[in-house]
């Protein structure tokens, strides 16, 4: 515990150090569940990739134990369930859908504008970045998600239930660290939890964002002409006894898990994304001024913010990836193995997770000169970068579905704060060990 409190980033640095002292793979438990940990990118693209069919699912801890609604979300889905779903939800981010959302996003990143004028004037200048961010992100997936204003991001609501209940989610408490404890250690103990609709996540929290999400569908009118991800996962709803055939469609509660899901998604990640890239530029001013120039001139170029817009920002995009390479969203990603197989003289038995240490691969000197430095032009030929040492949104066809929008807000929302803010550092930023501290302190704009 010392060692976490005097550097927050101490336990997501042992890939590295495991890796100089055990090799490429290596093993351990989690509780009493067996994990291979690969750093071995060759290894990695076969349990991605090409042996996908073996390596379908994420986990199967931790994935019956989150109630009857989150239980039926994407990421806790395994095999054939999971691909009905996914074959469902992927046209919702397809590039005719997320045109379609640029002005919802817009508009919610005009109120974050708005917010940081009003910081300019009442708090010295020094503003929040984990606050507004955050906000910001509640507000586009609220709005993308169900077409509904939830005032996240009013001045006058400064403390409303839904951000409260957004921040409860990822609140650690002793008790849920326990049932983790649990669970991992009695693995069936998950089937207990599920039959009795456990949720290891705040029980209040969830049943707040399954009210919301059930209240917004029987306020829907099902104008076909609306965009947002509600309707278009209404359309695709089957009854549950359809899914035992089915290949396409939704049941009523995988649509209220996953709308859920989205909500934690947006707000949490994205949100942390977009605060380690502002830190970024605040602290590389070459960096931001050169972001800047881009942005106005495209904006120029083709009359405002657009989706076109959007699909470029080079520059911008270069500065992003760097970011999630040196603070990645998900330290860690998993595959579970379904039988025996045996990768490059590597045999990895039935029933074993494997561990992809993303942030090791991010921070490694072996890919990456001067790994700690952020330098935005390793980025510019992304040809020349393995997407299997690189990868922030996850590979293989178990990749982060919501991936391409999380990027058109990321884009959308730092070119705003370009175009009308220079980002400076304040006496309150923390200049080193900033991947977990940085999350409550302030910058200048």
Same mark, same amino acid.
């Given at each position: 515990?010392?060692?976490l409190?005097?550097d927050?980033? %101490?336990?997501?640095k042992?890939?590295?150090?495991?890796?100089?002292?055990?090799?490429?793979?290596?093993?351990?438990y989690?509780g009493?569940?067996p994990?291979?940990?690969v750093?071995?990118?060759?290894?990695?693209k076969?349990?991605?990739i090409?042996e996908?069919?073996?390596f379908?699912?994420?986990?199967?801890?931790?994935n019956?134990v989150?109630?009857k609604?989150?239980?039926?979300?994407?990421?806790?889905a395994?095999g054939d369930h999971?691909?009905?779903?996914?074959?469902?939800m992927s046209?919702?981010?397809s590039t005719t859908k997320?045109?379609e959302?640029?002005?919802i996003?817009?508009g919610c990143?005009?109120?974050m504008?708005?917010n940081?004028?009003?910081?300019?004037k009442d708090?010295?200048e020094k503003?929040s970045?984990k606050?507004?961010?955050?906000?910001?992100?509640?507000d586009?997936i609220? %709005?993308s998600a169900?077409?509904?204003d939830?005032?996240t991001q009013?001045?006058s609501?400064?403390n409303s239930?839904?951000?409260k209940m957004a921040?409860?989610?990822?609140?650690?408490?002793?008790?849920?660290?326990i049932?983790?404890?649990l669970?991992?250690?009695?693995?069936?103990l998950q089937r207990?939890a599920?039959l009795f609709?456990y949720?290891?996540?705040? %029980?209040?929290?969830?049943r707040?964002?399954?009210?919301?999400v059930?209240?917004?569908i029987?306020n829907?009118?099902?104008?076909q002409?609306?965009?947002?991800?509600?309707?278009?996962m209404?359309?695709?709803e089957?009854s549950?006894?359809?899914t035992?055939?089915?290949?396409?469609?939704?049941?009523?509660?995988?649509?209220v898990?996953n709308?859920i899901?989205?909500?934690l998604?947006?707000f949490?990640?994205?949100?942390?994304?977009?605060?380690f890239?502002?830190?970024?530029?605040?602290?590389?001013k070459?960096?931001?001024e050169?972001?800047?120039q881009?942005?106005?001139k495209d904006?120029?170029k083709h009359g405002g913010?657009?989706?076109e817009?959007? %699909?470029?920002?080079?520059?911008?995009?270069q500065?992003?990836?760097e970011?999630?390479?040196?603070?990645?969203?998900?330290?860690?990603?998993s595959r579970?193995?379904?039988k025996?197989?045996?990768?490059?003289?590597v045999?990895?038995p039935?029933?074993?997770?494997v561990?992809?240490?993303?942030?090791?691969?991010g921070r490694?000197e072996?890919?990456?000169?001067?790994p700690l430095?952020?330098?935005p032009?390793?980025m510019?030929?992304?040809?020349?970068?393995?997407?299997?040492v690189?990868?922030p949104?996850?590979?293989?066809p178990?990749?982060c579905?919501?991936?391409?929008f999380?990027?058109?807000?990321m884009?959308?929302a730092?070119s705003?704060?370009?175009l009308n803010?220079?980002?400076?550092?304040?006496?309150?930023?923390?200049?080193s060990?900033?991947y977990l501290?940085?999350?409550s302190?302030a910058?200048r704009c």
């Open positions: 515990m010392n060692e409190k005097d927050p980033d %101490s336990f997501f042992k890939d590295l150090e495991r890796k100089k002292k055990f090799g490429l793979v290596y093993g351990s989690a009493l569940n994990h291979i940990i750093a071995d990118p060759e290894i990695l076969q349990v991605q090409k996908f069919g073996v379908r699912d994420r986990q199967r801890t931790l019956r989150n109630g609604e989150m239980n039926k979300a994407l990421t806790s395994t999971w691909k009905r779903l996914r074959t469902s046209p919702l981010f997320l045109k959302m640029i002005g996003i817009e990143t005009d109120k504008v708005e940081l004028n009003r910081i300019l708090d010295d503003f970045p606050q507004v961010l955050t906000k910001l992100s509640l586009v609220c %709005s169900f077409n509904v939830m005032h009013d001045s609501n400064e239930q839904l951000f921040k409860k989610l990822f609140d650690m408490k002793r008790g849920t660290r049932a983790f404890l669970f991992f250690i009695f693995p069936p207990v599920e609709n949720s290891i996540l705040p %029980s209040e929290s969830i707040h964002f399954a009210g919301l059930d209240a917004v029987k829907k009118d099902y104008d002409s609306r965009i947002d991800l509600m309707i278009q209404l359309n695709l089957i549950e006894a359809e035992k055939t089915a290949t396409k469609g939704l049941t009523r509660n995988e649509i898990g709308s899901l989205m909500i998604a947006g949490e990640t994205t949100g942390n994304t977009m605060l890239v502002i830190y970024n530029l605040a602290n590389y070459d960096a931001q050169r972001a800047r881009e942005v106005k904006v120029e913010l657009t989706y817009v959007m %699909s470029g920002l080079k520059y911008l995009t500065c992003i990836n970011t999630l390479r040196i603070y990645p969203a998900v330290v860690r990603n579970y193995c379904e025996e197989i045996t990768i490059n003289g045999t990895i039935a029933g074993c997770h561990d992809i240490p993303n942030y090791g691969f490694d072996e890919y990456w000169d001067e430095k952020f330098k032009e390793r510019e030929d992304m040809s020349k970068i393995n997407p299997i690189f990868q949104f996850g590979a293989g178990r990749n579905i919501g991936m391409r999380a990027l058109i807000e884009k959308m730092i705003k704060i370009l803010f220079e980002v400076d550092m304040c006496p309150d930023t923390p200049v060990k900033v501290g940085l999350l302190y910058f």
